[in-house]
């Protein structure tokens, strides 16, 4: 049973326009991380998010506790901002993980 | 801006053979975590580590893993006997408090093949 499920699993997009990526989870957690990783394969942590809205420059995170729903958006998205998106929910001390969504934004 | 080390970034082995993998979490942190991804695969919770102890394994963390905290700095993760099924990418990464109260800071990861 797979957890967390993250959409769409490809995105291609124009530079410029806005993204939005989506992740719901089937349990009680105790927060939700928005992760990104490079095609080398590093993982940076975005967000970690436990209720409400959050935002990083062009970045956006929102959770839903109640619907157990999150999306990160990506505003004026470059290309430099493709990446895979990986959405994770910690339970205690650990933590499961979607598949990701890879992201490809053309110039 | 401090960050997670890991060593080596890659490592070939024999099947059957021993590995260690080595981590330097952010000094300040007191909870440690193992992951890993197989090619192509989502990444995979393996453990957590506080106070000089395993908090968390999952199923994949069986007898044939361990991690130990041999001295102030260094996490390490040991693979007896490794397997082909082995070959992935092994992230480290670390926090201040635990599960969901701090953000996960994760090395570059060792990725590991096994002929």
């Known amino acids: 049973k797979n957890e967390v499920e993250q959409s769409p699993q490809n995105l291609t997009a124009q530079e410029g326009e806005f993204i939005t990526i989506n992740c719901s989870y089937s349990?009680?957690?105790?927060?939700l991380h928005w992760l990104q990783q490079h095609p080398g394969g590093g993982i940076v942590s975005l967000f970690m998010?436990?209720?409400g809205k959050k935002k990083h420059g062009r970045l956006i995170a929102t959770i839903n506790i109640q619907e157990k729903h999150s999306s990160l958006h990506i505003t004026a998205s470059h290309p430099r901002d493709s990446a895979v998106y990986i959405c994770?929910?910690?339970?205690?001390?650990?933590?499961?993980f979607g598949a990701g969504t890879r992201l490809t934004v053309k110039p | 801006e401090p960050e997670v080390t890991q060593t080596p970034s890659h490592q070939v082995t024999q099947m059957g053979q021993e590995v260690i993998l080595r981590c330097v979490p952010i000094?300040?942190?007191?909870?440690f975590y193992w992951y890993r991804q197989i090619l192509g695969q989502k990444v995979e919770f393996l453990v957590s580590?506080?106070?000089?102890?395993?908090?968390?394994k999952s199923e994949i963390f069986d007898d044939q893993f361990s991690v130990e905290r041999p001295d102030g700095s260094n996490f390490t993760l040991k693979i007896r006997s490794t397997k082909l099924e082995d070959s992935a990418m092994y992230f480290c990464?670390?926090?201040?408090?635990?599960?969901?109260?701090?953000?996960?800071?994760f090395g570059p990861g060792t990725r590991l093949t096994v002929t």
């Open positions: 990464a670390s926090s201040e408090q635990a599960g969901g109260r701090s953000e996960q800071y």
């Open positions: 349990v009680g957690i105790s927060a």
């Open positions: 998010l436990s209720s």
């Open positions: 994770a929910v910690s339970f205690n001390n650990d933590m499961r």
């Open positions: 000094s300040n942190h007191l909870y």
């Open positions: 580590f506080y106070n000089n102890e395993i908090s968390e």
